[in-house]
C-alpha cells in the first residue's frame, strides 16, 4: 500500500490491511508532527509533493525493501496539505514473521523516503514560516 492522502491516516486500517496470520511482527513508524523545530514554535505544517513522481519512488522503496529483507508486506502512507500538531504525516508500517527484518526494512524506508521521495514541508511559526529541506 502506497499512498499520498489528504485525510488523516488511518494507522489502524493500514496494519489490518496488510497483517497476515504467518506475521509475528508489525512494526510501524508514525511521524507526528511536533510544536517546536529549530527553537521555533511550530504553529502548524503544510506538505507538498510532485504526486506521480514522489508515488513512484515510494514504491521503489517498497520494492527495493521486499527484495532486501524476508518481509511480508511494506506500506508507506504520506499526508498532503496542512497538518496541524498531533496529526501523522507519515506512516511506515512493515510486516514480517521476524522482529528484525521488520525493523530494519521499516527504517529504511522511512530513511529513504525522508532522503529521496519529492515531498516538501513548510513549517509555520509564530513569528514566521520557513520551507525545511532533508531533515530528520
Known amino acids: 500500500m502506497i499512498a499520498l492522502i489528504r485525510e488523516p491516516i488511518g494507522r489502524e486500517a493500514v496494519v489490518q490491511r496488510l497483517r497476515q496470520d504467518r506475521d509475528g511482527a508489525i512494526v510501524a513508524f508514525d511521524g507526528v508532527v511536533r510544536d517546536h523545530a529549530m527553537g521555533k514554535t511550530v504553529r502548524y505544517l503544510e506538505y507538498e509533493a510532485y504526486e506521480d513522481m514522489a508515488l513512484k519512488q515510494m514504491e521503489a522503496i517498497r520494492r527495493t ?3 532486501r ?4 508486506d511494506m506500506a508507506i502512507v504520506h499526508r498532503l496539505g496542512r497538518l496541524e500538531i498531533g496529526e501523522s504525516s507519515v506512516l511506515v508500517v512493515v510486516t514480517a514473521p521476524h522482529r528484525r527484518p521488520a525493523f530494519e526494512a521499516c527504517q529504511f524506508g522511512i530513511d529513504t523516503v525522508k532522503k529521496t521521495v519529492p515531498i516538501w514541508k513548510k513549517e509555520f511559526y509564530t513569528s ?3 520551507w525545511i529541506e532533508g531533515q530528520s
Request: charge should be negative; proline fraction near 10%.
Open 69 to 72: 529483507w524476508p518481509i511480508t
Open 128 to 130: 514566521g514560516e520557513a
Open 65 to 67: 525493501a521486499l527484495e
